[in-house]
């Protein structure tokens, strides 16, 4: 199973980017994928996660109303477009994914529930 996350960059607080990870290497019906982010002298965190369903989703309390998570089943890439960027966003983002044989009702943000993770890719919010 491999991930590719691409899309990070340098932006300015109030700005966007949007973030894919495109997933490969497997045949299960269904998965789960969660973005989470590494910064330094900070606690790893889950940011928002997907299940089978594109309903089935969740979020940080830190970006909720900021962050949405989305699929493109056809090309099996989750995508999380990130909005009114602060500078506590800047971290290394990440994602992991959980390939299933059955349906994923609630996706949930713990790492340790993900199988595979890929490369991640800097986001940096400075002006």
């Known amino acids: 199973v491999q991930l590719q996350a691409s899309g990070g960059g340098l932006v300015q607080p109030g700005g966007s980017l949007r973030l894919s990870c495109a997933a490969s290497?497997?045949?299960?019906?269904?998965?789960?994928i969660v973005w989470f982010r590494q910064a330094p002298g900070k606690e790893r965190e889950g940011v928002s996660c997907i299940g089978s369903s594109d309903a089935s989703t969740d979020y940080a309390d830190s970006v909720k109303g900021r962050f949405t998570i989305s699929r493109d089943k056809a090309k099996n890439t989750v995508y999380l477009q990130m909005n009114s960027l602060k500078p506590e966003d800047t971290a290394v983002y990440y994602c992991?994914?959980?390939?299933?044989?059955?349906?994923?009702?609630?996706?949930?943000?713990?790492?340790?529930?993900?199988?595979?993770w890929g490369q991640g890719t800097q986001v940096t919010v400075s002006s």
């Open positions: 290497g497997f045949t299960s019906d269904h998965y789960a």
């Open positions: 992991a994914i959980r390939p299933s044989m059955w349906y994923i009702f609630s996706c949930g943000r713990e790492l340790e529930r993900y199988d595979y």
